[in-house]
């Protein structure tokens, strides 16, 4: 949540921040600001409510700039979306922009007195009076006075009056990335702002000064030390962060699934069976565990239901899910028997991370299912099986969730044949049909307008249902979180047998339901579900396999998945979905993209 950038160098800063900016907007679009040193050491503080295009338009009309500067983009949580709540904040002789929360801001105020020289509500700008009142000519001194007093996370950026050449940056949980390249130093809060000037890059370690000069970058830590960064190394490119011809980014995100799950699974098969050896990760770490704790947020958690799906009969180990919020604040059953799966697109979900710290706490390994490398995520847990599903823009997430799947797919093939429950063949088989569902994604793909169609009736609806058995009810979950989150439509996903104690009283005339019968082993019960909905009067979608036979009558529209076994729907089955939601949002004339409210990357709690 939120975005920084900074920059030191030889070439103009304003265009440099606000183009950064533009890249980091879906970390949060609620307003925008930057601070530009002028040539004599003075600060120009520009700032605009909305989007960053409200910031630009507007700086187009001022002649300012300089060679050293920060940027901010909010996603607005202490106080309000005002100008005045907008970052950089200025407090004397320090100007900074912050990504995180101070928890203690209240008692900070209270303590040094600074009710009357807030002009804002945020808890920003009384860190940033903090950082101001222990100031005394040494900013290294000062970082280190404020951040004992500071609790919560943070990843500031700061520029001291005096020091007119660099800029400072100190952080705790909240990312930051840097780099040190020909043409200066860039640091932001993740690398789709940086890779268009640099492909080696370092993510700033916690707890340390780092301090970006035209020419150099230097680290060091709360005792003065000096600290080597480990340099890491992109592998995706500057056109993968761009939209391509497709506009909004969720569309092309859509349409990069089938490349997305065949780079996430082709380097992990060694002749055609799973291996995590090139991930670092031991043959063994999955043969011993009697239980596998998955935690994770949102489409991640959702992720994680359909690994339960998966893994569970095959494997024969119970799979708990935990919603990583609640997790980090429980009392959990788990020890060293139990590997614990976080599963995260962004690597640095606040919650999750807390929920993988208590994970180890209680002496359970830890493997990270992750796309961004080198987040923090990756890097506190045991193993990681990164997801390689290239930098993930659109706030709604959908190839990183497919990768997600595939990923919960490769291991349990894995587990299944280490633990002689599959014969290789038979793993070979399995891996076979996960690769058919790369097909099967691009059929859905290239069949998108019938679901252009299925979306009149949803668009225009209040609430809109989803239901389903088995791992169909794991996929419902993911089809309504993405309908709610881009379409503001009230959606739920309901287990197709649970409608009937209390959810049915809620269907009349019209209701859209998106109902799915994948599952062979349930097929009439949730056939028997969905006679109860259309009953009352529901306009049902159903969603089955091809070669489904369905009775008449049954639905409105019917859609199908190109897979013959019950195992493998999901893939193609999250595409439906996703393009409901998207065709949806379009329809409805809304921003796919930026969708209210929310923002990419939940650092706070
Ligand atoms: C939904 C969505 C969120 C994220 C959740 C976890 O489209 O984007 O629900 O899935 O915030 O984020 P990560 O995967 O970055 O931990």
């Known amino acids: 949540m939120c975005g920084i950038i900074g920059y030191v160098g030889p070439s103009k800063v304003k265009n440099i921040l606000l183009q950064g900016l533009s890249q980091l907007e879906y970390r949060g679009y609620d307003s925008a600001g930057i601070a530009v040193v002028g040539d004599d050491g003075s600060i120009h503080v520009e700032k605009q409510v909305g989007q960053v295009k409200n910031l630009k338009d507007h700086c187009s009309t001022m002649d300012f700039d300089g060679h050293v500067g920060i940027g901010h983009t909010r996603w607005a949580t202490h106080g309000g979306v005002t100008r005045e709540n907008t970052h950089p904040h200025k407090q004397g002789k320090v100007t900074l922009c912050h990504n995180g929360i101070i928890e203690n801001y209240q008692s900070i105020i209270t303590a040094h007195g ?28 000062c970082i280190r006075k404020t951040v004992n007093e500071l609790e919560g996370s943070y990843a500031f950026c700061i520029i001291f009056e005096g020091f007119a050449d660099r800029i400072y940056c100190v952080r705790n949980v909240s990312p930051m990335v840097a780099s040190s390249t020909k043409n200066g130093s860039l640091l932001a809060s ?7 000037y640099s492909r080696r890059y370092f993510v700033i370690p916690e707890y340390t000064i780092t301090v970006l000069y035209d020419d150099h970058i230097d680290l060091f830590d709360m005792d003065g030390n000096t600290v080597t960064p480990d340099i890491l190394e992109v592998n995706w490119d500057m056109e993968s962060a761009q939209k391509g011809g497709y506009d909004p980014f969720m569309l092309k995100e859509i349409h990069e699934q089938p490349e997305a799950i065949r780079k996430n699974i082709t380097p992990r098969l060694v002749n055609g069976i799973p291996n995590f050896e090139a991930d670092g990760i031991p043959a063994d770490a999955f043969d011993h565990i009697k239980a596998i704790n998955v935690v994770a947020c949102g489409t991640a958690m959702y992720a994680g239901m359909v690994g339960k799906a998966i893994i569970e009969p095959v494997i024969k180990i119970p799979v708990q899910v935990n919603i990583a919020s609640e997790f980090r604040y429980s009392t959990p059953l788990i020890d060293s028997d139990t590997l614990t799966i976080v599963v995260s697109q962004s690597g640095e979900t606040i919650d999750t991370l807390a929920g993988l710290r208590k994970a180890k706490e209680c002496g359970s390994k830890v493997l990270a299912i992750v796309n961004v490398k080198g987040s923090t995520i990756a890097r506190e847990s045991d193993y990681v099986l990164y997801t390689h599903a290239g930098p993930e823009i659109a706030v709604a997430i959908t190839k990183a969730y497919s990768v997600q799947l595939a990923s919960f797919y490769l291991i349990s093939g894995y587990m299944a044949m280490r633990r002689g429950i599959k014969t290789v063949e038979e793993t070979r088989e399995f891996i076979e049909k996960l690769d058919k569902t790369i097909d099967a994604i691009s059929y859905v793909l ?5 679901i252009k169609k299925a979306v009149k009736k949803i668009s225009v609806a209040r609430d809109c249902y989803f239901i389903g058995r088995g791992l169909d009810y794991a996929f419902s979950m993911e089809g309504s979180l993405k309908l709610k989150e881009i379409s503001y439509i009230h959606a739920e996903a309901y287990a197709a047998g649970e409608l009937k104690h209390g959810t049915i009283a809620l269907i009349e005339e019209g209701v859209p339901v998106i109902a799915f019968a994948t599952q062979d082993y349930v097929y009439n019960k949730s056939i028997s579900n969905i006679r109860e909905v259309k009953a009352r009067g529901a306009y049902v979608i159903l969603i089955t396999k091809e070669n489904a036979v369905i009775p008449e009558d049954i639905c409105d529209m019917h859609l199908t998945v190109p897979i013959k076994d019950d195992l493998f729907t999901g893939l193609p089955t999250v595409a439906i979905l996703q393009l409901i939601a998207y065709y949806t949002s379009v329809s409805k004339g809304l921003n796919v993209d930026k969708p209210r409210n929310l923002a990419k990357a939940v650092t706070v709690e």
Do not use: C, H, Y
């Not at 009384?126 to 950082?131: K, P, S, T």
């Not at 993740?190 to 268009?196: E, F, G, M, P």
């Open 446 to 450: 290239d069949n998108k307008d019938i």
């Open 114 to 141: 600074f009710e009357s020289q807030l002009v804002s509500e945020t808890d920003t700008e009384v860190a940033a009076a903090l950082f101001n009142e222990n100031f005394n000519g040494d900013p290294e001194e």
């Open 190 to 196: 993740d690398l789709t702002a940086v890779i268009r």
